[in-house]
């Protein structure tokens, strides 16, 4: 069964600063990987995805993400963080033959931005 | 604005009583779904539906009735609940493409 790790529940960046948010997913197959954002009050928002071919992906308001097969893993970065950055990620793990529609989504880290 | 509108945003009901969650979506999207997301849980898919059919029911209590009458609308209906099912139900919907456009959720409190 697909399972995705976030293994951190808070994160705290200095407006500026990079970031790195970790996932780590199991499943058996090629697994095609997304990154949510929530903000408060909101629903997800779908940041990048990554499908096959270069495993590092960009996606909206600057993010990018890179996939490595050999970690399991598919973290998410960002050179420079934005104090509108602050929210809740969610890393998810999907299937192509159920047309996605059976995501599997990782607990969230809660991104907080300290001036 | 994602479309997809959700209402009521909050909704407080006692174990009695009978209530409904609805969602629209303005994007033309063939399939439907309700998720659950309760504090430091991952989110749970609950339905999901395509083209009005119900392809998915995630071993969802029967206290919990889904209805879609057409692939633009989406309900959600409540009936005799318990307090652990307080969450914030949102609602999203897709073109199949792992793309999920969401709803900014309803916030069920249940007393």
């Known amino acids: 069964a697909q399972s995705v790790t976030q293994p951190d529940i808070h994160i705290t960046v200095s407006e500026g600063a990079s970031l790195e948010l970790r996932c780590n997913y199991s499943?058996?197959?090629?697994?095609?990987l997304f990154w949510y954002v929530q903000s408060p009050g909101q629903g997800l928002q779908l940041l990048l995805k990554y499908f096959s071919g270069d495993t590092l992906v960009q996606g909206i308001k600057g993010f990018e993400a890179e996939f490595k097969r050999s970690q399991s893993s598919f973290n998410l970065r960002k050179p420079s963080v934005h104090w509108s950055d602050a929210a809740e990620y969610f890393c998810?793990?999907?299937?192509?033959?159920?047309?996605?529609?059976?995501?599997?989504f990782g607990t969230g880290t809660r991104l907080l931005v300290s001036p | 604005e994602t479309g997809v509108t959700q209402t009521p945003r909050h909704l407080v009901m006692g174990m009695t009583n009978k209530k409904s969650l609805k969602c629209e979506q303005h994007?033309?999207?063939?399939?439907m779904y309700w998720y659950k997301q309760s504090a430091k849980k991952p989110l749970e898919l609950m339905f999901v539906?395509?083209?009005?059919?119900?392809?998915e029911n995630n071993s969802v209590p029967s206290r919990f009735s889904p209805e879609c009458p057409n692939s633009s609308h989406l309900f959600l209906h409540l009936h005799t609940l318990q307090p652990e099912d307080s969450a914030l139900y949102l609602c999203?919907?897709?073109?199949?493409?792992?793309?999920?456009?969401f709803g900014e959720g309803s916030r069920l409190t249940v007393l």
């Open positions: 539906y395509n083209f009005k059919e119900q392809t």
């Open positions: 999203a919907s897709s073109y199949n493409t792992g793309e999920l456009f």
């Open positions: 499943y058996g197959a090629t697994p095609y």
């Open positions: 998810a793990v999907g299937e192509r033959n159920t047309g996605f529609q059976k995501l599997v």
């Open positions: 994007l033309g999207h063939n399939a």
